[in-house]
């Protein structure tokens, strides 16, 4: 097949149009850096020479056509840890060849502390190294965001873990997902064993029903939370009395992910007030008492009527 052959002036119409694409290919790559705050840079390591693009001097709040010595570039690094970090990072780039991705702090030229990532290649030469280059990306929202959502499991961990009742969170099948200590002391399982059970699996059967059908009205959206008093069957077959107060934990978008349940064991308040009700029935029952209340009753009125 013969290649045409292109006039000189459409020759240069191509030439134009490859232009004005890589122009609008380019325009795109800036506006994504812009948006994703992500800047290049480069050390000509031979020259000493450090080149930083817009974005990179934007994200260290310096002055426009900045250009720092590589010392300076290093000391905008916190020190301690960050400055290290980075240090270790570009000498080994530019000895052994290796690539480095940081995640490290900057004090700006404003003064202002924040969380950068760094990407460094090295580009060697005949044995030697004579280019570092790569990105610079302001990802301060994204570190301190992750940071406080760790901080906020580790408050709930240690909220659920050292809790003075019963704490577990329950699938939406009624699996024991997670459970604290006060749990199994309670029902006298470990929390491998929980875990292979259901709540179902060791629920009264009288108890059953109400307990399936309020956690239907929390899925239905009827109700935030609900309590109620439960009877439990531990590992050994005792009954277990617990006040059972469950709630439901959902993700950003409202679907719903567990059920959080308190447990707290009232198995003393119930066999106390058994054996209470149990006395007073005697009581009640006994020939002794029905005769000493109807000579008292007697006696009243003979005071009144006689």
Same mark, same amino acid.
């Given at each position: 097949?013969?290649?045409?052959?292109?006039t000189?002036?459409?020759?240069?119409?191509?030439?134009?149009?490859?232009?004005?694409?890589?122009?609008?290919?380019?325009d795109?790559?800036?506006? !994504?850096?812009?948006?994703a705050?992500?800047?290049?840079?480069?050390? =000509?390591?031979?020259?000493?020479?450090?080149?930083?693009?817009?974005?990179? +001097?934007?994200?260290?709040?310096?002055?426009? %056509?900045?250009?720092?010595s590589?010392?300076?570039?290093?000391?905008?690094?916190?020190?301690?840890? #960050?400055?290290?970090?980075?240090?270790?990072?570009?000498?080994?780039?530019?000895?052994?060849?290796?690539?480095?991705?940081?995640e490290?702090?900057?004090?700006?030229?404003?003064?202002?502390?924040?969380?950068?990532?760094?990407?460094?290649?090295?580009?060697?030469?005949?044995?030697?190294?004579? +280019?570092?280059?790569?990105?610079?990306?302001?990802?301060?929202?994204?570190?301190?965001?992750?940071? %406080?959502l %760790?901080?906020?499991?580790?408050?709930? +961990?240690?909220?659920?873990?050292?809790?003075?009742?019963?704490?577990? *969170?329950? #699938?939406?099948?009624?699996?024991?997902?997670?459970?604290?200590?006060?749990?199994?002391?309670? $029902?006298?399982?470990?929390?491998?064993?929980? #875990?292979?059970?259901?709540?179902?699996?060791?629920?009264?059967?009288? =108890? $059953?029903?109400?307990?399936?059908? *309020?956690?239907?009205? $929390?899925?239905?959206?009827?109700?935030?939370?609900?309590?109620?008093?439960? +009877?439990?069957?531990?590992?050994?077959?005792?009954?277990?009395? @617990?006040?059972?107060?469950?709630?439901?934990?959902?993700?950003?978008?409202?679907k719903?992910?567990?059920?959080? #349940?308190?447990?707290?064991?009232?198995t003393?308040?119930?066999?106390?007030?058994?054996?209470?009700?149990?006395?007073?029935?005697?009581?009640?029952?006994?020939? !002794?008492?029905?005769?000493?209340?109807? @000579?008292?009753?007697? @006696? !009243?009125? $003979?005071?009144?009527?006689?």
């Amino acid at each position: 097949m013969k290649t045409k052959k292109l006039t000189i002036n459409e020759l240069l119409a191509e030439i134009a149009d490859h232009r004005k694409e890589v122009r609008n290919y380019k325009d795109v790559l800036h506006r !994504i850096k812009l948006v994703a705050k992500m800047g290049m840079w480069e050390i =000509d390591v031979e020259k000493k020479e450090v080149i930083w693009s817009d974005v990179t +001097r934007e994200i260290h709040e310096a002055e426009h %056509e900045y250009n720092p010595s590589i010392e300076e570039g290093i000391n905008f690094f916190t020190k301690g840890k #960050s400055r290290q970090a980075i240090t270790q990072a570009f000498n080994k780039a530019i000895e052994q060849n290796t690539d480095y991705d940081l995640e490290v702090q900057i004090k700006t030229a404003k003064g202002n502390i924040k969380w950068t990532r760094v990407i460094g290649i090295s580009e060697f030469k005949d044995g030697k190294c004579i +280019r570092v280059y790569g990105l610079f990306q302001d990802i301060d929202q994204n570190v301190k965001y992750r940071m %406080e959502l %760790e901080r906020q499991k580790e408050l709930f +961990r240690q909220t659920f873990e050292f809790a003075p009742n019963g704490m577990a *969170l329950i #699938s939406l099948e009624g699996k024991w997902v997670q459970v604290n200590q006060q749990v199994c002391n309670m $029902l006298n399982y470990t929390k491998e064993e929980l #875990s292979k059970l259901t709540f179902q699996d060791i629920t009264h059967p009288e =108890d $059953l029903d109400l307990d399936l059908k *309020l956690l239907e009205e $929390l899925l239905a959206g009827k109700r935030e939370s609900y309590q109620m008093e439960k +009877r439990y069957f531990d590992k050994s077959s005792n009954l277990v009395w @617990a006040l059972l107060s469950v709630s439901m934990m959902k993700d950003e978008t409202g679907k719903p992910l567990y059920f959080v #349940s308190q447990l707290t064991n009232i198995t003393e308040k119930k066999n106390y007030q058994k054996q209470h009700l149990l006395k007073t029935k005697d009581c009640l029952t006994s020939p !002794i008492l029905y005769h000493t209340i109807f @000579a008292r009753i007697l @006696a !009243i009125f $003979l005071c009144f009527f006689l």
